[in-house]
């Protein structure tokens, strides 16, 4: 059962465990004290029901180790400031040829280190303190265990000791303040950009983000969910969101919307977009090539059409599928006049703009050609 979970778990989330790691390390934590939870509740349960209990707990260890090692390799990326993550993963056989002993509290010899050095010393910093705190963790135990000895007492402390690492892991995810912008913090930081011109950095957004958040949603400036968006769909997800196709053929019928209309709006970016005013749902597709740039400026368009929706357009522009097209082009008119800015911006205030976080499913690409010239 685990090892089939594991199969289906990498499958349909594996996209999204990269721009999610925060949130997939913390339900890493919740999956495996969820499974000591049911392992501790087994032995009550006849024979049967244990079976099944016992299985589910596999499963859910089993999504711990691939959340929690998917999400461990994204936050081992952002830790590596010398950008050589490769060395950083293999300095336990490197360090048998090459070592360079430094006490790990020294922190005067630690700034005059070669790169090489700094990550072996990174290293034994991190097993040093894993060390310390499981052989705490053991005399802790000695002790405490003596005292455990009536099933209330026992659960008590269970609950307790669970509780308290689900609060500490939860701060400790929380204090870290990713660079890149996946969907969430582009929400927070776009729309602070746009409402009041200010570029927040990375500490700022970190102390606003949800651990665990809807995935698509589009909040402006902590909103509850104006929409929904998902980028790099099929064409036929996008021409489904304009007219509802056939049930059986999936063919498209009486489009009030000409493809060729959209196309011509989007004919100088890397991507397109449609606003389903009725379901309210953005749907992105991104043409071959699309950089990250390119991405994050269709899911401001997005953002940014949303918010229009729901306050100044929601009675004119947009309540048809015409009003829609022409929010759309105004829309991008608008974005495309203060984007070079925005970037700009952006970057000085410590992001990584150069690394797509916004796809957490397996995506798409549309290649579009000009039309032929008539022949003549």
Same mark, same amino acid.
């Given at each position: ?7 289906l ?5 594996? *996209? ?14 919740v999956?495996? #004290? ?19 209990? !016992? ?8 999504l ?20 050589? !993550?490769? @060395?950083?993963?293999?300095?336990? &056989? ?7 002993t430094?006490?790990?509290? #020294?922190? #005067? ?20 303190? @894993? ?28 609950v ?34 746009? @409402? ?6 990375p $500490?700022?957004?970190?102390k606003? @983000? ?7 949603? !589009? ?15 099929? !064409?036929?997800?996008l021409?489904n ?9 999936? &063919? ?11 196309? $011509? ?50 009675? &004119?522009?947009?309540? *048809?599928? $015409?009003?829609?097209?022409q ?12 984007? #070079? ?9 410590g ?9 957490? *499913?397996?995506a ?8 032929s010239?008539?022949?003549?």
């Amino acid at each position: 059962m685990g090892r089939i979970a594991t199969i289906l778990f990498a499958h349909k989330l594996g *996209t999204s465990l990269e721009p999610e790691c925060k949130m997939y390390r913390l339900a890493a934590d919740v999956f495996n #004290d969820t499974a000591m939870v049911l392992d501790c509740l087994s032995p009550a349960l006849p024979k049967l029901p244990r079976v099944v209990l !016992l299985s589910f707990s596999s499963v859910l260890r089993a999504l711990c180790g691939v959340a929690a090692g998917s999400s461990k390799a994204s936050l081992s990326a952002h830790f590596a400031k010398w950008g050589n !993550l490769g @060395e950083l993963n293999a300095v336990g &056989s490197w360090a048998l040829v090459n070592v360079v002993t430094v006490p790990f509290w #020294d922190t #005067d010899v630690e700034e005059s280190l070669s790169p090489e050095a700094y990550i072996l010393t990174e290293r034994q910093k991190d097993s040093s303190q @894993e060390t310390i705190i499981s052989l705490m963790g053991m005399l802790a135990g000695s002790l405490v265990v003596s005292y455990v000895s009536s099933p209330m007492a026992t659960w008590s402390c269970l609950v307790l000791l669970l509780s308290i690492h689900l609060a500490m892991n939860h701060a400790a995810v929380k204090a870290v303040s990713m660079h890149t912008l996946n969907r969430q913090r582009a929400n927070i930081v776009l729309s602070t950009f746009l @409402e009041r011109g200010e570029a927040l950095t990375p $500490e700022h957004v970190s102390k606003q @983000e949800r651990i665990f958040e809807w995935d698509g949603a !589009l909040r402006w400036e902590g909103s509850p969910i104006l929409a929904r968006a998902n980028i790099g769909v099929s !064409l036929q997800s996008l021409l489904n969101s304009m007219t509802p196709g056939h049930s059986v053929t999936g &063919s498209i019928r009486n489009a009030s919307i000409d493809i060729g209309k959209l196309a $011509e709006v989007y004919r100088m970016e890397e991507y397109m977009l449609w606003f389903d005013s009725r379901r309210r749902a953005a749907s992105i597709v991104l043409k071959e090539g699309a950089s990250p740039t390119s991405q994050l400026k269709a899911w401001t368009q997005a953002l940014w059409i949303a918010h229009r929706h729901d306050h100044r357009d929601a009675t &004119s522009a947009g309540s *048809t599928d $015409e009003g829609t097209l022409q929010l759309l082009r105004r829309t991008l008119e608008e974005l495309t006049s203060c984007w #070079d800015g925005c970037l700009e911006s952006l970057r000085g205030a410590g992001w990584d703009l150069g690394i797509a976080s916004l796809e957490t *499913t397996s995506a798409t690409r549309v290649r579009v050609r000009p039309a032929s010239k008539a022949a003549s």
